[in-house]
């Protein structure tokens, strides 16, 4: 690997705005790739690096470009639920799409994690699929349900994607629709919100 690009993948990861702007000045690639197909973007992504983020998309930096685990800068939004990376992200056009290694979008590892401010944001800020369906046969509103623990900010996701038009009726694969799960649960809250849709 080039000297410089290897210089721009290390300021990325720690967030160094100048030395990724010196790096790319100095001819560095927009979109290198350390040892696992990450870019800049990417590791800046992944630790919050709003700044050399910044940078890197005014370079023109991919935000689609997947790693060798399907991660890209705009799907870690989802899993970290930091709003500030999203909103850095969204002038260079993220498909909003792409789905991760478990053929989800960036809204259904945010809705598993609770991430209140970020599904808020996602929904509210761009057109995302509210009902797409990942490999395990999972919605952003299953997934808050089946994995989440029922606490206020799962309530608060449940709410959020329901009143986006999520659809509670959608099942599992195995024909179980989010109030089961909710009842079966003991998750007494969210399986109110869900009857009262029905």
Same mark, same amino acid.
């Given at each position: 690997? !080039?000297?410089?690009? /290897?210089?721009?993948?290390?300021? =990325? $990861?720690?967030?160094?705005?100048?030395?990724?702007?010196? $790096?790319?000045?100095?001819?560095?690639?927009?979109? =290198?790739?350390?040892? !696992?197909?990450?870019?800049?973007?990417?590791?800046?992504?992944?630790?919050?690096?709003?700044?050399?983020?910044? +940078?890197? &998309?005014?370079?023109?930096?991919?935000?689609?470009?997947?790693?060798? /685990?399907?991660?890209?800068?705009w799907l870690?939004?989802? +899993?970290?639920?930091? +709003?500030?990376?999203?909103?850095?992200?969204l002038?260079?056009?993220?498909?909003?799409?792409?789905?991760?290694?478990?053929?989800? *979008?960036? @809204?259904?590892?945010?809705?598993?994690?609770? !991430? &209140?401010?970020?599904? /808020?944001? +996602?929904?509210?800020?761009?057109? *995302?699929?509210?009902? !797409?369906?990942?490999?395990?046969?999972?919605?952003?509103?299953?997934?808050?349900?089946i994995l989440?623990?029922?606490?206020?900010?799962h309530?608060?996701?449940?709410?959020?994607?329901?009143?986006?038009? #999520?659809?509670?009726?959608?099942?599992?694969?195995?024909?179980?629709? #989010?109030?089961?799960? =909710?009842?079966?649960?003991?998750?007494?809250?969210?399986?109110?919100? @869900?009857?009262? &849709?029905?």
């Amino acid at each position: 690997m !080039h000297a410089l690009d /290897r210089a721009l993948l290390e300021a =990325a $990861a720690r967030g160094d705005a100048d030395a990724v702007r010196a $790096a790319l000045d100095g001819g560095a690639a927009v979109d =290198a790739r350390d040892e !696992h197909r990450r870019t800049p973007l990417l590791r800046a992504a992944l630790g919050d690096h709003t700044a050399a983020a910044r +940078v890197l &998309v005014a370079a023109g930096a991919d935000p689609d470009a997947q790693d060798d /685990r399907l991660d890209s800068p705009w799907l870690v939004t989802g +899993v970290t639920g930091s +709003v500030a990376m999203m909103r850095t992200l969204l002038p260079a056009g993220p498909d909003l799409k792409i789905t991760n290694r478990f053929g989800g *979008t960036s @809204l259904i590892p945010a809705a598993e994690r609770g !991430h &209140v401010d970020y599904v /808020r944001a +996602v929904l509210r800020e761009t057109d *995302t699929d509210v009902d !797409h369906v990942n490999q395990l046969g999972w919605t952003a509103l299953l997934e808050a349900v089946i994995l989440g623990d029922g606490d206020r900010a799962h309530q608060e996701v449940v709410e959020l994607l329901i009143t986006a038009g #999520a659809d509670p009726g959608l099942p599992d694969r195995d024909g179980v629709a #989010a109030l089961r799960h =909710a009842e079966r649960r003991g998750f007494t809250e969210i399986a109110g919100l @869900l009857r009262a &849709v029905r």
